[in-house]
C-alpha cells in the first residue's frame, strides 16, 4: 500500500498580511497565497491592529478554500495545521489560532504553534538549494533585527538583537519622514537608487563598540535633521539610509561570523528582500569564504509558505501543541523553542 504524503497547512496572521500555505512531504510546497491588508493601513500611515484582525477574518477561510483548490486538495487530505502563535498582534494572532485549533479539533489531527521568526530563519529551506546546519541567521524584518546562533532547527542562541527599532521599521519611519508613505521600505530603496552614495554620509550605529547587538532609530533622525536641512535631496537622503544601515548589518554580520566560525550565513525577513543588501553582504561572503543563502524574493515578507514549512518540520517529527486552548504569544523569545 501507497503511504499517503503529510501535508501541512500553514495559517500566518500575525501583522498586516494573511498569508496560508501547504507543505507536502513528497512535493515540497504544492501551493500557496497571500492577501495584503497594505492598502488599507496605507490611509493611517500604518498598521492599525483592530482593522488587521477584522481583516484575517474576512480572509482567512477564503484563502485557505483557494489554496486547496489550487492543489486540487480537500480538507481531508490536510495531515496538521500549523499557525503563527507570536510574536505579533495579539487580535491578528487570535484569527489564525483559533481557526487553527478548531480545524484541527475538527479534522482530529494536529496543530502546532510555530514562531513567526523562526518561520522567516527557516524560509530559504523553501529552495531547493538549502543551507546546511549549523549557521549564523540575520533576521530583518519590520518588529525584528537580530543574529541568531543556529545549531539546528529549534537550537537558537540570540547573539544580538536591536536596542531600539527594528531594521525594517527604520526604512519604513525614514520613508515617512521622506514623505513615501507606508510601508515605505521598498519605496526608499528605490528612490535609493537614483541617489549619490557620496553626498551624505551617515553613521554606523554601535560599530565603534565590540558587541552583536544593534540600534537604528538614530540614523532615522539623523535623516529627519538632514531632510530639514536639504528638502530637495531625498534621493541622496535615501542613499545614505540605506548604506548606513547595511553596511552596520553587514559589519556585523563579519563580527559574528568571525565569533562562531561558522561558514554559513542565512538572510530572511522583509528587509532581505533589498537589492543592496544582498550585494553588501554577497561581496562579504565572498571575501571571508562563507555562502550566504536568502529566501526567494517572494518569500521575504510575511507569508504562509514559511510557517507551513516550518510547522511541518516540527508535525512530522511528532511535535504539537496538544490541548484545545487557544494560546497565543505575542511576546516569545526565540530562544524558548523546543528542538527539533
Ligand atoms: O518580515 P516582514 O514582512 O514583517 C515583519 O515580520 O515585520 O517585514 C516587513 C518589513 C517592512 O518594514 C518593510 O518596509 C521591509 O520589511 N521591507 C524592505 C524591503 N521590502 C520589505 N525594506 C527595505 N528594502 C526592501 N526592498
Ligand atoms: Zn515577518
Not at 475538527?106 to 513567526?116: D, G
Request: with cysteine; aromatic share 8%; glycine share 10%.
Amino acid at each position: 500500500m501507497r503511504i499517503r504524503p503529510f501535508i501541512t497547512l500553514g495559517i500566518e496572521s500575525s501583522c498586516d498580511e494573511t498569508g496560508i500555505g501547504l507543505y507536502s512531504s513528497e512535493q515540497g510546497l504544492i501551493a500557496h497565497q497571500l492577501f495584503s491588508q497594505v492598502e488599507m493601513h496605507a490611509q493611517y500611515g500604518g498598521v492599525v491592529p483592530e482593522l488587521a484582525s477584522r481583516d484575517h477574518i474576512q480572509r482567512a477561510i477564503p484563502l485557505i478554500k483557494a489554496v486547496l483548490s489550487d492543489a486540487n486538495l480537500k480538507l481531508s487530505n490536510i495531515s496538521g495545521v500549523a499557525y503563527t502563535a507570536g510574536p505579533g498582534l495579539a487580535g491578528a494572532l487570535l484569527v489564525g489560532s483559533s481557526i487553527a485549533k478548531s480545524l484541527a479539533w475538527s479534522l482530529r489531527i494536529p496543530a502546532i504553534a510555530v514562531h513567526h521568526m523562526e518561520g522567516h530563519l527557516l524560509a530559504p529551506l523553501l529552495k531547493e538549494f538549502r543551507p546546511k546546519f549549523p549557521f549564523v541567521a540575520l533576521l530583518v524584518s519590520g518588529g525584528h533585527t537580530m543574529l541568531v546562533d543556529v545549531k539546528s532547527i529549534g537550537e537558537y542562541k540570540i547573539l544580538g538583537e536591536s536596542l531600539d527599532d527594528a531594521v525594517g521599521e527604520a526604512f519604513d519611519k525614514t520613508a515617512k519622514i521622506l514623505g513615501l508613505g507606508y510601508p515605505g521600505g521598498p519605496a526608499l530603496a528605490a528612490l535609493a537608487e537614483q541617489g549619490d552614495e557620496t553626498r551624505f554620509k551617515f553613521p554606523r550605529p554601535m560599530t565603534d563598540r565590540p558587541g552583536l547587538d544593534f540600534s537604528f532609530s538614530g540614523l532615522k533622525t539623523f535623516a529627519r535633521n538632514t531632510f530639514a536641512k536639504y528638502p530637495n535631496e531625498k534621493a541622496d537622503i535615501a542613499k545614505a539610509f540605506e548604506v548606513a544601515s547595511t553596511q552596520t548589518l553587514m559589519i556585523k554580520c563579519r563580527r559574528a561570523i568571525e565569533k562562531t566560525h561558522y561558514s554559513t550565513l542565512v538572510v530572511a525577513g522583509g528587509v532581505s528582500a533589498n537589492q543592496s543588501l544582498r550585494q553588501v553582504l554577497n561581496q562579504m561572503g565572498k571575501k571571508l569564504d562563507v555562502e550566504v543563502f536568502y529566501p526567494g524574493q517572494e518569500f521575504c515578507t510575511d507569508n504562509g509558505a514559511m510557517i507551513a514549512l516550518a510547522g511541518h518540520l516540527r508535525l512530522t517529527k511528532g511535535q504539537s501543541s496538544v490541548g484545545n486552548e487557544i494560546i497565543i504569544k505575542p511576546r516569545w523569545s526565540l530562544e524558548e523553542l523546543e528542538a527539533v
